[in-house]
């Protein structure tokens, strides 16, 4: 980290030296002003040149209030204020504080370093090359180069560089770096594979789905990436205050340098006094503390996310999830596994064979977990028959041809939109009712289970004076079942996906001024209601393109707990920011009206400045420190 600012620390030390140089040669030869100003001149160029020549570079590109304009007008103004009537030179002042402004510069440059560590560990996931098989050899190829449907070799201890489907071998990966979880994955033959991941004990040959550019560690680096983009509402503020403050204080610093002196019978004689108080008025009013450190408080908290798997879209997704009032949770694959076993098959007419093999081979193309379940059950999908006319219709079910003959596989809505009448089962789970030619001929329970830490995640929250709620498409009886499993606040059951989204509309119309409404869902289906709320979380997205597309927050694993851990950074880096607006505020008011009315020295001015901004950038690193239980 201080080998990238060897150059400004270079720049410090041999500036502090000088000054102590100029200091003694001050002390010791009665020299007269033009040439202590030559002596003290070398010091203050040596680490104040890049700011002046800034301050010059930024007046000509009509940037004319910044951090650097004020402190280059106040510095040179009291290197000349010693050739003023009545006046002592100011000349170690001077370059003192541009010296400390350089060394609050520094110490900036080290904190923003420290945040962008932990995303440029998250930048690691980039693979760097693939070996890509042509014929029976394999050759280094650039990712970029390889092509969907492609088999590459994967060695151990190599990044997995892009997507695909495990063709050959079996291995484990290490997923850290995309899911913040420690613990190795297996993975198998026609098992999906993530680029990003590492794969650590054997060779994998896997035929790529897609290309680098949309592979999923491209599209998490361009993720975060951009996540600065979306400015949180204490940043805006700060970029707002700025901008109003800073020609505000100018403006007062020349009226406090040149009005009151025309109250006085010695207008010369008092100038110098006056412009002193304006020159340490213009040093303490640089707003370097809020500027730097809020934007920094929150990049920490986005930083410290990411290590641990969650990644964020922008601060402003930080900013409401602090907020966080009501949490609305879709069911299947959030609250629980989403991984569906057949556990009764109920035939009418036909057989259970025969009942099984309508529905998966209707199924055959859907990847909803109910849909891999089927196919499960049923392993022979490639016996011949032919599936056409497929008709996917949203909270209902699939209606096809499989062989001619017309099949509706769905709940019990659809079941009443193809005119069948249908029976009702006391098996707990999921009920599937099939219709073979307009003829209800049976129907395939299946059940799922709840996720180890869901329940214990939805106390947290309730603890947290935070409401919850489970919206489902499944059965009423089902529902009511799961959500006193969970312990969840509320549940609707038996919602198409327009239904969700009316919900959560009168959800949010209850809201209060500082309330948010989440909603967390799977992403693949809940696109509509990821976009409808305050914040839309995927979760258990890994891989998934509708998710990191839909969602404002997007969870790289399958864990409810990471809701509560989104909370608690949220709300953590919030009261940091908010700490370093008061602190930074109050302290600089208060100096700023000792400096009118003269009781304010320049050490004190320089403690404004570059003092707060110090201890306002330490207390914001204290966000890269936070423990996630």
Not at 108 to 123: F, N, P, Q, R, Y
Request: contains cysteine.
């Amino acid at each position: 980290m201080l080998k990238e600012n060897t150059k400004d620390i270079a720049q410090i030390i041999l500036s502090a030296v000088l000054l102590a140089v100029a200091i003694f040669i001050e002390h010791t030869f009665n020299l007269q002003v033009w040439q202590l100003l030559i002596v003290f001149l070398i010091p203050y160029l040596i680490v104040g040149f890049e700011v002046v020549k800034e301050a010059i570079e930024e007046i000509f590109h009509g940037h004319i209030f910044d951090e650097d304009f004020l402190m280059s007008i106040a510095t040179i103004g009291a290197m000349l204020i010693g050739f003023l009537p009545n006046t002592e030179p100011m000349f170690h002042e001077a370059v003192l504080v541009m010296l400390l402004f350089k060394i609050g510069e520094l110490l900036e440059e080290i904190a923003d370093g420290k945040t962008e560590k932990s995303i440029e560990e998250l930048m690691k996931i980039r693979p760097d090359y693939a070996n890509l098989f042509k014929g029976d050899t394999f050759e280094k190829v650039d990712p970029n180069d390889v092509k969907v449907g492609d088999i590459i070799l994967i060695t151990p201890n190599e990044k997995v560089p892009l997507d695909g489907i495990v063709v050959e071998g079996e291995s484990s990966l290490d997923t850290k770096a995309i899911t913040g979880e420690s613990i190795p994955r297996k993975i198998k033959e026609n098992e999906e594979i993530i680029s990003g991941t590492i794969n650590l004990t054997s060779n994998l040959k896997v035929r790529v789905t897609k290309l680098f550019e949309e592979s999923t560690a491209s599209k998490i680096i361009e993720l975060v990436k951009n996540a600065e983009e979306g400015k949180s509402k204490s940043e805006n503020f700060i970029t707002k205050f700025a901008k109003i403050y800073t020609p505000i204080v100018v403006i007062l610093a020349l009226i406090i340098s040149f009005v009151p002196p025309l109250f006085t019978a010695d207008y010369a004689g008092n100038l110098s006094i006056w412009l002193v108080r304006g020159l340490t008025f213009l040093v303490i009013s640089c707003p370097c503390a809020l500027v730097i450190s809020v934007p920094l408080s929150f990049f920490g908290g986005i930083g410290i996310a990411s290590k641990n798997g969650i990644l964020i879209k922008g601060s402003n997704y930080i900013d409401q999830m602090a907020k966080a009032k009501n949490i609305v949770f879709d069911k299947t694959g959030t609250l629980t596994k989403g991984s569906f076993e057949v556990v009764a098959i109920h035939p009418e007419i036909i057989d259970e064979e025969k009942l099984l093999h309508l529905a998966a081979h209707v199924e055959r193309f859907s990847n909803h977990p109910i849909a891999i379940s089927l196919k499960q059950a049923f392993r022979n999908e490639d016996d011949g028959c032919k599936v056409t006319d497929i008709e996917d219709l949203s909270g209902e079910g699939i209606i096809a041809k499989v062989n001619d003959n017309k099949v509706a596989v769905g709940n019990k809505k659809l079941m009443e939109r193809v005119g069948v009448e249908h029976k009702d089962c006391e098996h707990k789970g999921t009920i599937v009712h099939v219709a073979l030619n307009n003829q209800y001929v049976g129907h395939i329970v299946i059940s799922d289970k709840i996720k180890d830490d869901a329940v214990e995640s939805l106390s947290k929250l309730e603890k947290m004076k935070i409401k919850t709620m489970m919206l489902t498409g499944d059965h009423e009886a089902i529902a009511k079942e799961i959500a006193a499993e969970l312990g969840v606040g509320d549940y609707k059951a038996e919602l198409l996906p327009q239904d969700k989204l009316k919900l959560l509309e009168e959800i949010k119309e209850k809201e209060g001024k500082n309330e948010r409404t989440i909603f967390v869902g799977d992403g693949a289906n809940d696109a509509p209601v990821l976009a409808g709320a305050d914040v839309g979380i995927a979760m258990g997205a890994l891989g998934s393109d509708t998710a990191i597309e839909a969602a404002d927050i997007v969870l790289m694993d399958d864990k409810v707990r990471r809701i509560v851990d989104t909370i608690k950074i949220s709300k953590k880096t919030v009261a940091i920011a908010k700490e370093n607006i008061i602190f930074a505020i109050v302290i600089k008011v208060a100096v700023l009206i000792l400096a009118s009315f003269g009781y304010a020295p320049m050490w004190l001015a320089v403690f404004a400045d570059v003092g707060v901004t110090l201890i306002a950038i330490l207390n914001a690193l204290r966000m890269l420190k936070m423990k996630i239980d």
